[in-house]
């Protein structure tokens, strides 16, 4: 079984992220996490959102439960408002796609060394 150093497993590594961003998958979630930031809708619902959010926390402080579920009740419409814009809703799809993508990588490396340490400390006990 050939030994490889912790130098060249991380520099395969590497080689392996860099062919994950080369993906259509990752390309098409940069080009959607672009147009999402230059959207001045999103930016601004955004904006309005932090403002609201800092007035939350003000209320909450001062006890002021009414005006609180108020404001977190316009937070959230505001969130929904955002979550329905098509180019949102691209964007998390393609977050999910590629977030898939990764997990499966994980989980293939995961269980092929699992399954060689299982390997080799099998052949070990046969002898």
């Not at 979550?83 to 990764?102: A, G, H, R, T």
Request: glycine letters at 0%; charged letters at 35%; hydrophobic letters at 35%.
């Amino acid at each position: 079984m050939a030994k490889f150093t912790r130098e060249e497993i991380i520099e395969r590594t590497e080689q392996l992220a860099k062919m994950i961003r080369e993906t259509e998958e990752v390309e098409f979630y940069q080009r959607a996490e672009k147009q999402i930031n230059q959207n001045q809708k999103v930016n601004d619902r955004i904006a309005q959102i932090k403002k609201l959010q800092k007035q939350a926390v003000n209320l909450q402080h001062y006890g002021k439960i009414a005006a609180l579920k108020d404001t977190e009740a316009k937070i959230d419409a505001l969130q929904k408002e955002i979550d329905e814009l098509p180019i949102v809703s691209e964007f998390k799809e393609s977050q999910e796609i590629v977030n898939d993508m990764l997990q499966m990588v994980t989980k293939t490396i995961a269980e092929t060394v699992e399954t060689e340490i299982l390997s080799s400390n099998e052949k070990t006990k046969e002898q």
